[in-house]
């Protein structure tokens, strides 16, 4: 899994990392049906390390390479906040 070539090769990239604490959260990502790269801290360990990530649910949401937001937890309308970005 390389992040930095999913970042590089999309205009718009999320990346959710999650793990299956949050399998109703975890559908619900996955039925906005946009390219949405799910980082599972269970399983990347060493990914989350090397990116000193502290907690999920999180996103990190990129445009044109860059981070422009970074979204922690689970908020009711959450969903709405992703589609803005596509």
Do not use: A, W
Not at 56 to 75: M, Q, S
């Amino acid at each position: 899994m390389d992040i930095k070539n999913y970042i590089q090769n999309n205009t718009i990239g999320i990346i959710f990392f999650t793990n299956s604490n949050f399998n109703d959260l975890n559908n619900k990502i996955k039925d906005l049906k946009h390219n949405i790269l799910f980082i599972d801290s269970n399983i990347n360990n060493t990914i989350i390390e090397s990116l000193n990530i502290k907690c999920v649910p999180l996103f990190h949401i990129y445009k044109n390479g860059t981070i422009i937001e970074e979204i922690f937890g689970t908020y009711p309308n959450i969903l709405d906040i992703i589609r803005l970005h596509f």
